[in-house]
């Protein structure tokens, strides 16, 4: 029989369960830091929160703008946009969206802005600046050259996560689709420099289900 001490530091149940040992938040938020540090990124645990909401932004628009060609691997944004919704519920922050969701969304924005509109035809748009610059989407129309509506309206938010602000930003479509057929919406009025896409997340994720 050994007599060596057991120097576990695992706790346990009465009835034999095993006690996860309790990790404080600041840790966990000194070594998300700690890892952008080894990357040449220096946050303070206060910046975190934007950090990533904003590498998640990217991701989604990267991956709304990509999804459309077969030829370009899409895996990237769905894995980094998997570990971005995963750390930040680690962390203790508010959701932010995986793959899934948001395709689902840019789906669910295309039938809301279909409904109560003469369409009859769905057009590949495209976004050059502002919060959505580089997305790609499709929205409902009219064929025989009159394409999608000439402005909508995109929900944004800005801020910190739990208690973002939020509006819309107003884009204006050019007169004719590119040569790549894509047509082509510019912002039509300054929004905040700090304004990104508000793609919710279902009501599920909210609490990490």
Not at 33 to 47: E, F, M, Q, V
Not at 137 to 148: E, I, K, M, T, Y
Request: with cysteine; net charge negative.
């Amino acid at each position: 029989m050994s007599t060596t001490p057991n120097l576990s530091l695992q706790v346990y149940d009465p009835d034999g369960t095993p006690i996860p040992p309790a990790v404080s938040r600041e840790h966990l938020l000194n070594l998300a830091c700690g890892a952008y540090k080894r990357g040449g990124t220096y946050l303070s645990r206060g910046d975190l929160d934007i950090e990533l909401a904003e590498v998640a932004d990217k991701a989604a628009c990267s991956l709304l703008r990509d999804r459309w060609d077969d030829k370009f691997p899409i895996a990237a944004y769905t894995e980094l946009l998997a570990a971005v919704a995963a750390l930040r519920a680690v962390l203790g922050f508010d959701p932010t969206p995986t793959a899934p969701e948001v395709i689902q969304w840019a789906k669910e924005l295309g039938e809301g802005l279909a409904s109560g509109v003469e369409a009859n035809s769905l057009f590949y748009v495209g976004f050059t600046a502002g919060p959505y610059r580089g997305a790609v989407l499709r929205f409902p129309g009219v064929r025989n050259g009159r394409g999608p509506a000439e402005s909508i309206t995109l929900p944004i938010a800005w801020g910190d996560t739990a208690a973002p602000g939020r509006g819309q930003a107003q884009y204006r479509r050019s007169p004719i689709p590119n040569d790549e057929g894509l047509w082509l919406y510019q912002l039509d009025k300054a929004v905040r420099e700090d304004a990104r896409p508000d793609i919710t997340v279902p009501p599920s994720a909210q609490g990490g289900a």
